[in-house]
C-alpha cells in the first residue's frame, strides 16, 4: 500500500467532510484568483477549480468563489500560515491554513494538538523531515493495460515528471515543485482525471506510533481536517490513516 493509502479510503473520507471541503477549496480559489480571474491565464486557479470539481463542488460556488478573489463581489482576505508539531507517538505534523484571523486559528490548532497528546512546535521543527513535491494521483482502471499504463508513464516523464509510484488500486507521480503545473496540464491533456493533485510535504522518514497512540493519531487529524480555517494536514506516519 502507497504511502497515500487506497484511493476508495480517501474517496470515503472525502465523502465523510464534503461540505467542509467545499469552504476549504472556495477559500483556494478566492486565493488564486487575486492572480487574475481567467483560469486560462492563471495556472494556479486552474489547477484550484479543478481540484474543487473534482469533488462536485457546483459550479455557482466557485464563480462566486472567483469574484470574491477578483474584487467583483466582497470578500474576505486570507493570511496563509503553517504549524509544525509533533501528535501522538512522535508522528511529525506540518498544517496549512488559509485563515482571516491568524490568533483564532493558531488557538485552535495550539489546543488540538494538546487536548489529543500532542506537541505544537516551532517553525522547522519537523519540517526537516519532508520534502516538497508536487503529487497527482491517477486512479487504477481495468480498462488500462501494460500499454495504457506505460503511456501514462512516458506522457509525465516527458513533460518533466520524477517518478511514477504504483499503488494499490492507483498511481502516484511525483514531480519538483517547478515542473508540477506542466506535468498536471500534460496529463489531462492526454485524457487522464487526476484524482487528487497537490503540491505537498512528502517525508522522508516515518515513524511508527503504538497501537495505544493510533486512535488518538487519527483524531487529531481528524479534528484539524474539519476546520473551515486548515486547508490540508501533511503527517509522516507510516500507517495508512484513512483505512
Not at 480517501?10 to 484568483?33: E, G
Request: net charge negative.
Amino acid at each position: 500500500m502507497g504511502r497515500h493509502g487506497t484511493i476508495a479510503g480517501r474517496k470515503a473520507a472525502q465523502d465523510s467532510k464534503r461540505a467542509a471541503m467545499f469552504t476549504k477549496y472556495a477559500k483556494a480559489i478566492t486565493v488564486a484568483a487575486k492572480d487574475g480571474g481567467d483560469p486560462d491565464y492563471n495556472a494556479g486557479l486552474r489547477l484550484a477549480i479543478e481540484k474543487a470539481r473534482a469533488i462536485s463542488m457546483p459550479n455557482d460556488n466557485i464563480q462566486r468563489a472567483i469574484k470574491k478573489g477578483t474584487g467583483e463581489l466582497e470578500g474576505v482576505n486570507y493570511e496563509e500560515s503553517v504549524f509544525e508539531g509533533y501528535g501522538p507517538g512522535g508522528v511529525a505534523i506540518i498544517v496549512d491554513c488559509l485563515t482571516d484571523n491568524n490568533n483564532r486559528t493558531t488557538s485552535f490548532v495550539r489546543s488540538t494538538f494538546d487536548k489529543y497528546g500532542g506537541n505544537l512546535g516551532t517553525p522547522g521543527c519537523v519540517s526537516y523531515m519532508f520534502s516538497r513535491k508536487g503529487i497527482i494521483l491517477i486512479e487504477k482502471e481495468d480498462s488500462m493495460d501494460e500499454d495504457a499504463i506505460m503511456e501514462l508513464m512516458e506522457v509525465a516523464i516527458d513533460a518533466g515528471a520524477e517518478d511514477m509510484i504504483t499503488g494499490d488500486d492507483n498511481f502516484e507521480i511525483q514531480t519538483d515543485p517547478a515542473t508540477y503545473t506542466d506535468v498536471h496540464n500534460a496529463i489531462v491533456k492526454a485524457g487522464y482525471k487526476p484524482f487528487e493533485s497537490d503540491i505537498e510535504y512528502v517525508p522522508s522518514m516515518e515513524a511508527t506510533p503504538k497501537d495505544e497512540d493510533l486512535n488518538k493519531l487519527k483524531k487529531l487529524i481528524d479534528i484539524l481536517e474539519d476546520n473551515d480555517d486548515i486547508q490540508k494536514v501533511h503527517n509522516n506516519c507510516a500507517i495508512d490513516l484513512y483505512e
